[in-house]
T-cell receptor
Framework: KAGVTQTPRYLIKTRGQQVTLSCSPI?????VSWYQQTPGQGLQFLFE???????NKGNFPGRFSGRQFSNSRSEMNVSTLELGDSALYLC???????????FGNGTRLTVT | GQQVMQIPQYQHVQEGEDFTTYCNSS?????IQWYKQRPGGHPVFLIQ?????EVKKQKRLTFQFGEAKKNSSLHITATQTTDVGTYFC???????????FGTGTLLAVQP
């Protein structure tokens, strides 16, 4: 079974721009969660999607949004990028959301 | 902010020495999970503990869940260089059980 796939692996953007990250979960997994990882703040929960609905949300501003498609693939979008948004964005999937998570390799976003 | 704290933040050991990281939650957890993230990698699930006072072993790794289900520990016996990485505990929070990660402990092993 293929693992969780995230694209792209690396991104460089300028302040004020917007970015879209993509995540394909393990086949059959319906829950997709997104995390932001930075050296100072560790792994911070962004949101979780299940069956195309946002089921959980972390404490991030509205500039961070996401969605899930009928095939369980998910995207997250960050608008009006700030320097502080530079981070590793990790996607994780599980069958229903209450099992251990399977993480992708992440997308490393650098905002200049 | 973080509601699951881990100590220490960083530990440097000689190969062969033991290592322990502690995880403390501000609230009772229904279960606790442990993950390992190698340098440059992504978190990988190690184990899940569910019962109060539960102890589980994986080779040289021993995991324990506290009696009050608010703390946990991971102990590695006779560390090896392959143990290098950051160890995270994680517990479900809120009505819909979003998984919140601890602050992590970075383990460095000197050969």
């Amino acid at each position: 079974k293929a693992g969780v796939t995230q694209t792209p692996r690396y991104l460089i953007k300028t302040r004020g721009q917007q970015v879209t990250l993509s995540c394909s979960p393990i086949s059959g997994h319906r829950s997709v969660s997104w995390y932001q990882q930075t050296p100072g703040q560790g792994l911070q929960f962004l949101f979780e999607y299940f069956s195309e609905t946002q089921r959980n949300k972390g404490n991030f501003p509205g500039r961070f949004s996401g969605r899930q498609f009928s095939n369980s693939r998910s995207e997250m979008n960050v608008s009006t990028l700030e320097l502080g948004d530079s981070a590793l964005y990790l996607c994780a999937s599980s069958l229903h959301g209450d099992e251990p998570l399977h993480f992708g390799n992440g997308t490393r976003l650098t905002v200049t | 902010g973080q509601q699951v704290m881990q100590i220490p933040q960083y530990q440097h050991v000689q190969e062969g020495e033991d290592f322990t990281t502690y995880c403390n939650s501000s609230t009772t957890l229904s279960n606790i999970q442990w993950y390992k993230q190698r340098p440059g990698g992504h978190p990988v699930f190690l184990i899940q503990l569910v019962k109060s006072g539960e102890v589980k072993k994986q080779k040289r790794l021993t995991f324990q869940f506290g009696e009050a289900k608010k703390n946990s520990s991971l102990h590695i016996t006779a560390t090896q260089t392959t143990d290098v990485g950051t160890y995270f505990c994680a517990g479900p929070r809120g009505a819909t059980n979003k998984l919140i990660f601890g602050t992590g402990t970075l383990l460095a092993v000197q050969p």
